[in-house]
C-alpha cells in the first residue's frame, strides 16, 4: 500500500524559505513521475512542479519559475519542494503527488496521479 506522507509547512514572511518534504513507502516502482500541487481557497488546485524519473526531467509553472526547485533523495523514498523567496501569493494547501510509469513524452495530468499526501498548508504573510 503507498502512502505519501507530508511534512514542512508553516507560515513564513514574504521573502522566505520553506521545504516541503513527502515521505513515500510501499512504493516499488523504478519509473515515475513526481508532483507538486497546491490549492488556494476557492481556486481549482494547480500542478506548481514535476520531475520525469523516466529522463530526470523537471517542470515549473510560471508563477513559481526560478524559485521552487523540486528534488528527491538519492534512495527515491522522499521529495521535496525548496521554496525561496516566497510570496504571499503562494499561501495555499499543498500536496504531493506520484504516478508510476510512462506517458510517452507528455507530463501526467492532474488527475493522472494516483498517489497524494494528505496536503500541507503554507501561509506567506506581507
Known amino acids: 500500500q503507498v502512502q505519501l506522507v507530508q511534512s514542512g509547512g508553516g507560515s513564513v514572511q514574504a521573502g522566505g524559505s520553506l521545504r516541503l518534504s513527502c515521505a513515500a513507502s510501499?512504493?516499488?516502482?523504478?519509473?515515475?513521475?513526481m508532483g507538486w500541487f497546491r490549492q488556494a481557497p476557492g481556486k481549482e488546485r494547480e500542478g506548481v512542479a514535476f520531475?520525469?524519473?523516466?529522463?530526470?526531467?523537471?517542470y515549473y509553472s510560471d508563477p513559481v519559475k526560478g524559485r521552487f526547485t523540486i528534488s528527491q533523495d538519492n534512495a527515491g523514498n522522499t521529495m521535496y519542494l525548496q521554496m525561496n523567496s516566497l510570496k504571499p501569493e503562494d499561501t495555499a494547501m499543498y500536496y504531493c503527488?506520484?504516478?508510476?510509469?510512462?506517458?510517452?513524452?507528455?507530463?501526467?495530468?492532474?488527475?493522472?496521479?494516483?498517489?497524494w499526501g494528505q496536503g500541507i498548508q503554507v501561509t506567506v504573510s506581507s
Open positions: 503527488a506520484t504516478t508510476p510509469g510512462w506517458y510517452g513524452g507528455r507530463w501526467p495530468l492532474k488527475q493522472e496521479y494516483n498517489y
Open positions: 520531475f520525469d524519473t523516466n529522463g530526470n526531467y523537471t
Open positions: 510501499g512504493y516499488t516502482y523504478s519509473r515515475y513521475y
